[in-house]
């Protein structure tokens, strides 16, 4: 079960919950991945209703990472996900806020 105050989002792939979290580490790793802008960016970019596919890929897969999954994008292509691409990108939204802010700020 994920613990918002740890910044926790749960999200279905291929039938199993997995835990997503943005630690710095995964913080870093995603900077790293951004094709366009920094974290201001990307922020601004799902506050806007602007973020690609890619945005979301890459802030699920940053998410995993944080949450102990070993796996890297190429992993997800195939991957079935509960709720489909929006379920996704909602979860992509709710990291960002639970990195950023306490779960009753939110």
């Known amino acids: 079960m994920a613990n918002p105050w740890r910044g926790?989002?749960?999200l279905v792939i291929d039938?199993?919950?997995?835990v997503l979290r943005l630690t710095l580490g995964a913080l870093a790793e995603l900077e790293?991945?951004?094709k366009t802008g920094s974290m201001v960016d990307l922020v601004?970019?799902?506050?806007g209703g602007t973020c690609t596919s890619q945005d979301v890929l890459d802030l699920i897969v940053a998410g995993l990472?944080?949450?102990g999954w070993r796996g890297?994008?190429?992993d997800l292509v195939a991957a079935q996900i509960e709720g489909g691409p929006v379920a996704a990108a909602r979860v992509a939204a709710?990291?960002?806020v639970r990195a950023f802010a306490?779960?009753?700020e939110a």
Do not use: M, W, Y
């Open 15 to 18: 039938g199993e919950v997995q």
């Open 32 to 34: 790293a991945r951004l």
């Open 65 to 67: 990472r944080g949450g």
């Open 72 to 74: 890297g994008p190429g």
């Open 94 to 96: 709710e990291l960002l």
């Open 44 to 47: 601004q970019r799902f506050e």
């Open 102 to 104: 306490l779960p009753d």
């Open 8 to 10: 926790e989002v749960e």
